[in-house]
């Protein structure tokens, strides 16, 4: 069963970091390029970074860009989300989201069940 | 920057037939692909369109999806509605590096 199961989030103060991770099983990793996207409470789906699928392209939101970064670890099927300098608008569900091709960005075929991240003092 | 707008709710009787906008704010929709996600509440987001108009497997046929270029646009169109087709629906396509959805569209069957 294809499978992604994201772990990390958490309450958090302004301008402290987190790292969220995504664990994949299922299919062949190091196949396809990897997402995050986020959905702030009661709002709408937006992408936040994109990772193709040998780390060569990489592609942030600006929303977000010079405080994340997203990295992958083939070996281990994993991904990862570095945030730094949190904000309180960065409060959301974060989806880890996998593409079905090797580049991006594109679109996505499968996706986490999310892991909360709440930014406040 | 690229955009997407959808509009933010539609409503339709079970039976009927319920069509969704989502409209390129610049260049040309058909540059690239568009895909439609369905998220149900409490659950996450499932593709129900990709590549402008292919349904993945499980799919039924009642969804469709297309693109007119003449007014920079993509629709999302579901027939014989059902109650459990009810949900938000989300356009998304990219441009250069990043990745674009539309705003949202809430779909209420009654």
């Known amino acids: 069963e294809v499978q992604l199961v994201e772990s990390g989030g958490g309450l958090v103060q302004p301008g402290r970091s987190l790292r969220l991770s995504c664990a994949a099983s299922?299919?062949?990793?190091?196949?396809?390029?990897m997402h995050w996207v986020r959905q702030a409470p009661g709002k709408g789906l937006e992408w936040v970074s994109g990772i193709s699928w040998n780390s060569g392209s990489i592609g942030y939101a600006d929303s977000v860009k010079g405080r994340f970064t997203i990295s992958r670890d083939n070996a281990k099927n994993s991904l990862y989300l570095q945030m730094n300098s949190l904000r309180a608008e960065d409060t959301a569900l974060y989806y880890c989201?996998?593409?079905?091709?090797?580049?991006?960005?594109?679109?996505?075929?499968?996706w986490g069940q999310g892991t909360m991240v709440t930014v406040s003092s | 920057n690229f955009m997407l707008t959808q509009p933010h709710s539609v409503s339709e009787s079970p039976g009927k037939t319920v069509t969704i906008s989502c409209t390129g704010s610049?260049?040309?929709?058909?540059?690239?692909?568009v895909q439609w996600y369905q998220q149900r509440p409490g659950s996450a987001p499932t593709t129900v369109i990709y590549e402008d108009n292919q349904r993945p497997s499980g799919v039924p046929d009642r969804f469709s999806g297309s693109i007119d270029s003449s007014s920079n646009s993509a629709s999302l169109t579901i027939s014989g509605l059902k109650t459990e087709d009810e949900a938000d629906y989300y356009c998304?396509?990219?441009?250069?590096?990043?990745?674009?959805f539309g705003g949202g569209t809430k779909l209420t069957v009654l």
């Open positions: 299922g299919f062949t990793f190091d196949d396809y390029a």
């Open positions: 998304q396509s990219y441009d250069s590096s990043i990745v674009v």
């Open positions: 610049s260049g040309s929709i058909a540059s690239n692909y």
């Open positions: 989201a996998k593409s079905p091709v090797r580049t991006i960005p594109y679109a996505f075929d499968i």
